[in-house]
């Protein structure tokens, strides 16, 4: 009688049933994705406080003369907050801006170490390394890509109507000084 058995009922039936709930794909990219632009972010700011730091201990450059340099800086913390909400623009400026101090850092050390060769410069070229591997990350990497669309998409109004409020105040700056110097030139 157990010859008559069906062909599915002599299949084995050890089928393992998971314990947890698998996580998508898509949401393990996003998440390593947000690790990257907040360390991106992590690194612009850095750079930032750096550029402010040499800026005030700069003894040739007036406060006066500084207003463009503010301007500029302002705008880099802008783009951050864009990228952390998800805008793609923002990505690639960031990634460029990352990519341009990379390149200039790393041409320095080079042009260092043909006029004084010594070990210690290579120490150096670590600081221009890591943001090059930044700035490929954030225009590259498909992860930072996925993150950035599930921010788009789970980002508010109120808050990309303060940030388009924040950008026009600083348009308006930008518009004044230009305004300003001009009105000196004439």
């Not at 393992?16 to 972010?41: F, H, M, N």
């Not at 996925?146 to 950008?167: C, D, F, H, I, P």
């Amino acid at each position: 009688m157990d010859d008559d058995k069906t062909e599915g009922e002599n299949q084995d039936s050890t089928e393992t049933i998971p314990t947890q709930s698998p996580v998508l794909p898509g949401k393990a990219t996003a998440r390593y994705g947000k690790t990257l632009v907040a360390s991106a972010i992590a690194l612009v700011v850095g750079l930032v406080l750096v550029m402010l730091l040499v800026q005030s201990t700069s003894l040739r450059q007036s406060p006066k003369s500084a207003g463009g340099s503010w301007v500029a800086l302002a705008a880099l913390l802008l783009c951050c907050v864009h990228l952390y909400r998800g805008s793609n623009w923002a990505r690639r400026v960031l990634g460029a801006f990352l990519a341009f101090i990379g390149l200039i850092w790393t041409l320095q050390v080079f042009l260092r170490l043909a006029v004084q060769p010594t070990w210690g410069i290579f120490l150096l070229a670590v600081p221009g390394a890591l943001t090059l591997v930044f700035a490929g990350t954030l225009m590259f990497s498909k992860s930072v890509r996925e993150y950035l669309t599930l921010q788009r998409n789970s980002s508010g109004t109120l808050g990309s109507r303060v940030l388009k409020a924040a950008w026009i105040v600083l348009l308006a700056y930008m518009a004044f000084v230009v305004i300003l110097d001009i009105w000196k030139i004439v």
